[in-house]
């Protein structure tokens, strides 16, 4: 069974920073790509970032903003969040998968930001 850990998260004010982790076991941080996905109230989960070891992805409204990052030492991947806006509030979510299909979820982070 993959568990994915996640930890960070927070209340923050417009403009601050937030660090988000999430730890996996060591054969699932060598099997797939980790990729972190966000949902606010009343909309749909979205993509936000993703790390593959080889390859970082961002959704274009973080580009510049965020960064992940990951830690094979630690089978953890980051995501540095800077410059937060009250729209990046939602639950964040640690995901695991292959060629695009992410197959196992963390239980999910608050991130608050206030205006």
């Known amino acids: 069974q993959v568990q994915l850990l996640e930890s960070g998260g927070g209340l923050v004010q417009a403009g601050g920073s937030l660090r988000l982790s999430c730890a996996a076991s060591?054969?699932?941080?060598?099997?797939?790509?980790m990729g972190w996905f966000r949902q606010a109230p009343q909309k749909e989960r979205e993509f936000v970032a993703a790390?593959?070891?080889?390859?970082?992805y961002y959704a274009d409204s973080v580009k510049g903003r965020f960064t992940i990052s990951g830690d094979n030492a630690k089978n953890t991947v980051t995501l540095q969040m800077n410059s937060l806006k009250p729209e990046d509030t939602a639950v964040y979510y640690c995901?695991?998968?292959?060629?695009?299909?992410?197959?196992?979820w963390g239980q999910g982070t608050q991130v608050i930001v206030s205006s």
């Open positions: 995901a695991a998968g292959t060629g695009g299909a992410w197959k196992y």
């Open positions: 790390w593959s070891g080889l390859s970082i």
């Open positions: 060591e054969r699932t941080f060598r099997t797939y790509g």
